[in-house]
């Protein structure tokens, strides 16, 4: 079965630490995007990737970092220097070209202890 | 930067009805989508608006693009109760460089009531 999968589902991080979410895709799509959602709220860019060793800031990438060393993985770390974490992180991907549909994963949630 | 405004942000309405969720967008853009979104759950993507006039169909719903007036609508006919979600539209652009993320509204809590 093709798609996205998010791990883990659910993520405690303590203060101070640095927390790393992961983001796999069989689909073979070029692009790759984090995105944050609060409660009640709608989405927001954090980073996103149209190729292998390339990766673009979204809106709001300050405390985060990601890597894109393969076609089907998109890893996000959570540092200590973004001091609201607590959120629902959605990975998304898609194929390169005009109007293709961004696929989303099942999410990960972040609680802060 | 750009802007995406949904309304309502809550809306509920009886089984049988018909209603409309309203997108306005701040900038020239090239593409508009709406996603479905179920309680505790990812993102479903229901229709991707490319052109001005775009209307597409399924089911129930029905999503209509207005480029020069920066609107796009998602029409429910006959709302059922499956239908009970929270409705995004978003917004993005093709910087011939590749495709960028997406822009999104608040969504629209629709409840449907028997």
């Known amino acids: 079965d093709g798609g996205i999968t998010q791990s883990p589902k659910y993520l405690f991080r303590k203060e101070g630490q640095n927390v790393t979410l992961s983001c796999e895709q069989n689909?073979?799509?070029?692009?790759m995007y984090w995105y944050r959602q609060d409660p009640g709220q709608g989405l927001r860019l954090i980073y996103y990737?149209?190729?292998?060793?390339?990766?673009q800031k979204g809106d709001i990438a300050e405390g985060y970092s990601v890597s894109r060393e393969k076609k089907e993985s998109f890893p996000l770390t959570v540092t200590s220097a973004q001091k609201n974490p607590t959120a629902f992180y959605l990975c998304?991907?898609?194929?390169?070209?005009?109007?293709?549909?961004?696929?989303f994963g099942p999410g990960t949630r972040l609680l802060v202890l | 930067e750009l802007k995406v405004e949904q309304n309502p942000l809550f809306l509920s309405m009886q089984e049988g009805k018909n209603y409309t969720i309203y997108c306005n967008y701040s900038?020239?853009?090239?593409?508009l989508y709406w996603y479905r979104q179920d309680p505790g759950k990812s993102l479903e993507s229901l229709f991707v608006?490319?052109?001005?006039?775009a209307v597409k169909q399924e089911g129930r719903l029905m999503a209509s693009l207005d480029t020069k007036a920066r609107l796009s609508t998602l029409h429910i006919t006959a709302a059922v109760h499956d239908l009970s979600a929270t409705y995004f539209c978003?917004?993005?652009?093709?910087?011939?460089?590749?495709?960028?993320?997406?822009?999104f509204g608040k969504g629209t809590h629709l409840i449907i009531q028997p």
């Open positions: 998304a991907s898609s194929l390169e070209g005009f109007g293709e549909t961004q696929y």
């Open positions: 689909l073979n799509h070029d692009a």
């Open positions: 990737s149209q190729i292998v060793n390339d990766f």
């Open positions: 900038t020239t853009s090239d593409r």
């Open positions: 608006l490319l052109s001005n006039g």
């Open positions: 978003a917004v993005g652009h093709y910087s011939g460089g590749g495709a960028d993320g997406l822009t």
